[in-house]
């Protein structure tokens, strides 16, 4: 072939290039892609990382039980049609816990789930347990949430069921239900061998994912109260001081039905 045929080909070939991108752009569907429209947003946070490498045990860190932990979960709601995820990290960096939440908040997440490891003083001490953060109200869903990650977990792993927990933390700086599952004791030696296990890994994750999955299903039939309220717009909040006798927000949050709080 001639250097005028060279040409010709590669002209041709350019044509046909930008003719499959050109369509292929139009084909993009506007707003949302098609495959997150309509999914619940659910945020999973391995706790620690990086410089932080939370209870130790020799050589054994939390942040790595955490991480591989929220990797399973992720990988097992991934083929959730209703479910896409969102981590706090990636990959074994320190993320301060205000960008955790910023990060979950700014995605659009319903809900928040942190995974970590406990430790003790005392080895004998084992199980799992669920946090919720003290000043969060009996109404609040995070409770709920809790409860039924609680109770999945310990049926799914078999572990001591220690129940659910309050402190007071940074989860109360979140609108969505925020909990923390202490996935088991890296100080008490044969649950750290459990928890250092790929198999009773997928166990702590298939207990995680029906909690969720419970959670989620209650929730259809418990919608947030700002759903439920579409009449409180974002405008009212900027709007002159004659709108002071319009319920506030935090009223209609007590009509919701009350979880069972646990006991002490
Ligand atoms: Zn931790």
Do not use: C
Request: no cysteine; hydrophobic share 35%; proline share 6%.
């Amino acid at each position: 072939m001639n250097k005028r045929g060279y040409i010709a080909i590669a002209v041709i070939v350019l044509l046909a290039a930008a003719a499959v991108a050109y369509f292929g752009f139009l084909r993009q569907p506007a707003g949302p892609s098609a495959s997150t429209k309509g999914k619940i947003l659910v945020a999973l946070d391995a706790g620690h990382g990086g410089k932080d490498p939370g209870a130790t045990s020799g050589d054994y860190t939390e942040k790595a039980i955490n991480f591989a932990i929220v990797k399973k979960i992720q990988s097992l709601l991934a083929s959730d049609p209703q479910i896409r995820t969102i981590t706090t990290r990636s990959v074994d960096v320190f993320v301060p816990l205000e960008e955790r939440i910023r990060i979950a908040q700014d995605g659009g997440a319903s809900i928040y789930v942190s995974v970590h490891v406990n430790s003790f003083t005392q080895s004998d001490v084992s199980g799992v347990e669920t946090w919720v953060d003290t000043t969060r109200k009996d109404s609040d869903p995070s409770w709920t949430l809790a409860a039924m990650l609680q109770d999945a977990l310990s049926l799914s792993t078999g572990a001591r069921n220690r129940g659910i927990r309050t402190q007071e933390s940074y989860l109360q700086r979140t609108s969505m239900p925020a909990v923390t599952v202490e996935v088991g004791y890296i100080t008490n030696p044969s649950e750290r061998t459990q928890l250092l296990d790929g198999l009773y890994q997928d166990k702590i994750a298939a207990g995680v994912v029906t909690g969720i999955r419970q959670f989620l299903a209650w929730r259809v039939t418990n919608p947030p109260a700002s759903s439920a309220t579409p009449a409180t717009t974002p405008t009212k909040a900027t709007a002159p001081s004659t709108t002071k006798t319009t319920t506030p927000a935090t009223s209609t949050t007590k009509t919701t039905p009350t979880s069972a709080k646990p006991k002490p």
